[in-house]
Nanobody, 129 residues
Framework: VQLQASGGGMVQAGGSLRVSCAAS????????MGWFRQVPGKEREFVAA????????YYADSVKGRFTISRDNAKNTVYLQMISLKPEDTAVYYC???????????????????????WGQGTQVTVSS
């Protein structure tokens, strides 16, 4: 499985941005997909996760109400729509796939880095004040 993230960039505080992650593989709908982010010197942190069907989503408290995770299984792509961005959202954003889940999100493992067995290369999001 290969994951290719795109769509990062620079935006002013209060602005919006959408990042995407395209996946290879013929069983994308059976993967739980997650987004994480990392700033230099800090641990990678959970942002959002979505079940294989797209019907179940989870968010970190820090982004709840501002970020929306979604997926298009026909395009093998997961998205993270970000609005009302804050300077503290600045980070490299990584998409990740849990290919062993059967598409079902198991709480609380979806927040853990080692739950995911494939990772994208990351895309930089910078929010200026």
């Amino acid at each position: 499985v290969q994951l290719q993230a795109s769509g990062g960039g620079m935006v002013q505080a209060g602005g919006s941005l959408r990042v995407s992650c395209a996946a290879s593989g013929r069983t994308f709908s059976s993967y739980v997909m997650g987004w994480f982010r990392q700033v230099p010197g800090k641990e990678r942190e959970f942002v959002a996760a979505i079940s294989g069907s797209g019907r179940t989503t989870y968010y970190a408290d820090s982004v709840k109400g501002r970020f929306t995770i979604s997926r298009d299984n026909a395009k093998n792509t997961v998205y993270l729509q970000m609005i009302s961005l804050k300077p503290e959202d600045t980070a490299v954003y990584y998409c990740a796939a849990d290919t062993n889940s059967g598409g079902i999100i198991w709480s609380p493992s979806f927040k853990k880095i080692n739950t995911y067995d494939y990772w994208g290369q990351g895309t930089q999001v910078t929010v200026s004040s």
